[in-house]
């Protein structure tokens, strides 16, 4: 994809990134909003934007991504009370996917790739949050990642990106579910959210089978990574402390669209 911006010039080029980080941003918005609004049960797609300490209406100016949480200073205009982290990271994650995936991502794919990071990016949040994948979520994301790889199929005349998905899908489910089946026998507990399965399935539906096994590898990687740094931080770990193991897999899994460009 670099090369094709090359081809359109700096100025073009920039517009075009210029115009994915906005667009991003807004997608983004829309993300830390559903990270606010589902776990507490309210709706995503209705009612006004409010202050979640104050309930004050926000406005037209306070709604623009990044900029107004830079002007208020990450505050309320109206209470004064944190507005917090967790919608600057929604709205910068979802513009950083968007300008990298018209940089990195394999021709044909760069739609795809957005969409991909954009669902992976609010799964990654509300697993470090809450520690929770919601099933709607992870439904999505694997309907999405069949409809790629059916549109690929379709248009090559070749059923073979359709059956990998398949195959990547099977193996993600049953890969992390046999994991916790095992250890819940052994230990006699549960040492796996209930969330992870399906949403290693759902990703091995837009990698295929090779990207699981990727996947997981990668996910290991930035679990230890994580763990290191806590220790380092200065925080306790024993073997009743908890990752969001979604989180670990979401970071890896993005990465391995844009290097191979999924199924």
């Given at each position: 994809m670099i090369a094709g911006l090359e081809q359109t010039g700096g100025q073009g080029a920039g517009v075009l990134l210029a115009g994915a980080g906005v667009l991003g941003a807004i997608v983004g918005s829309f993300l830390g909003a559903t990270l606010e609004r589902l776990p507490a049960g309210r709706s995503v797609v209705t009612g006004r934007s409010a202050c979640d300490s104050c309930g004050t209406a926000l406005t037209v100016i306070e709604l623009v991504p990044v900029l107004s949480w830079l002007v208020q200073r990450g505050k309320c205009r109206t209470c004064g009370s944190p507005i917090g982290w967790w919608q600057m990271a929604a709205e910068l994650g979802a513009a950083g996917i968007a300008m990298a995936s018209v940089l990195l991502a394999p021709p044909g794919t760069v739609l795809a790739a957005m969409v991909f990071g954009w669902q992976l990016l609010l799964l990654a949040l509300l697993d470090a949050r809450h520690l929770w994948l919601p099933r709607v979520l992870t439904g999505a994301l694997a309907a999405s990642g069949l409809a790629v790889a059916g549109a690929r199929a379709f248009a090559l005349q070749d059923g073979a990106p359709l059956l990998?998905?398949?195959?990547?899908g099977g193996l993600g489910?049953?890969?992390l579910w046999l994991v916790a089946t095992l250890y819940r026998?052994?230990?006699g507990r549960e040492g796996m959210g209930g969330?992870?399965?399906p949403l290693l399935g759902a990703i091995g539906l837009w990698l295929g089978p090779l990207g699981v096994v990727h996947t997981v590898l990668g996910g290991s990687l930035v679990g230890l990574a994580a763990a290191l740094a806590l220790f380092l931080a200065g925080r306790k770990l024993s073997g009743d402390s908890v990752l969001p193991l979604g989180t670990c897999l979401a970071i890896a899994a993005w990465p391995l669209f844009l290097w191979a460009g999924g199924v």
């Open positions: 990998n998905a398949l195959a990547g489910f049953a890969l026998r052994t230990r969330g992870d399965p």
